[in-house]
Nanobody, 119 residues
Framework: QVQLLESGGGLVQPGGSLRLSCTAS??????????MGWYRQAPGKERELVAS???????KYGDSVRGRFTISRDTAKNTVYLQMNTLQPEDTAVYYC???????????WGQGTQVTVSE
């Protein structure tokens, strides 16, 4: 069973940076994973896509983070990263890592990590 362990969340001031990590276990290499990335959910809002890597080559970003966030992966470490720069209060949310092993499978989810952007 796939397990996803997230880390890197916390409290940061507006304009600051954080890097989230998500390490997959209970499976082989993420090299051939169909999709892996991040969603987030703020209080009272729906979960939204932040960034994803599809088939190892196609990268998608949510409109609100494009140009500020960068997703990357290290297949040797079975880890995907989310570098978040120029953070704003509206980026405050619980960030969830997801992994989809093939296009027909449902997502596996991490437990979530809180990111709070505040003075």
């Amino acid at each position: 069973q796939v397990q996803l362990l997230e880390s890197g969340g916390g409290l940061v001031q507006p304009g600051g940076s954080l890097r989230l990590s998500c390490t997959a276990s209970g499976m082989g290499s993420i090299f051939r994973t169909y999709a892996m990335g991040w969603y987030r959910q703020a209080p009272g809002k729906e979960r939204e896509l932040v960034a994803s890597i599809i088939s190892g080559v196609q990268i998608k970003y949510g409109d609100s983070v494009r140009g500020r966030f960068t997703i990357s992966r290290d297949t040797a470490k079975n880890t995907v990263y989310l570098q978040m720069n120029t953070l704003q209060p509206e980026d405050t949310a619980v960030y969830y890592c997801f992994l989809k092993t093939s296009s027909g499978q449902s997502n596996s989810w991490g437990q979530g990590t809180q990111v709070t952007v505040s003075e």
